[in-house]
């Protein structure tokens, strides 16, 4: 598999223009990635390369950098394949007659922060709490229904706003 076929799943999936989208919706989950198609290309180059020169030698930086990418990358792909997913099994009829239906623009997040002593819920585009809480577990289930039927994913992330999951409420 290479990157270009990546792109063309993703286009069976009706996501428009699959590289732009997935810079797009990543960078607004806070975990941008520039060009993820050169990036992949530059990751697969180089697994084959060590696959089939024993010689090779690898770095410690490109080692280190790999699954941040893979991450960022992947959870691109997710969310426009889920998104699309489920709009194929409603059977929504904009959607099949529409091969550029999933776009960014389609889709908002709500985010589940990390503070000191807290769990915070924030809608995108804001800087303020939505919801506060001290049970995390709580936070995310309300958060979750919160989203569902409108096209938002959920993204949880640490202290840091570092992503450490992100759901589709969508799917079951």
Known sequence: MNAEDVRKCLRLFHVQSPWVTIEKLTQRAGVAISDPNTVLVGLL???NICAHESTYQVSNLWIRAVPHQLQ?????????????AHEMYIGRREFFNDNNWMSPER?????VDQRASKW??????RSRA??????????????IQ????????VVVRD????VMNWIYPELP
């Open 120 to 125: 915070a819920e924030i809608l995108e585009g």
């Open 159 to 162: 202290g840091n706003r570092q």
């Open 45 to 47: 180059r180089e697994r």
């Open 107 to 111: 889709i908002k997040f709500r985010f």
């Open 72 to 84: 960022v990358i992947g959870m691109g792909i997710d969310i426009a394949i889920s998104v699309a």
């Open 146 to 153: 919160s989203a569902r039927g409108k096209h938002q994913v």
């Open 130 to 143: 939505f919801h506060v809480s001290t049970d995390k577990e709580l936070l995310l289930r309300d958060t």
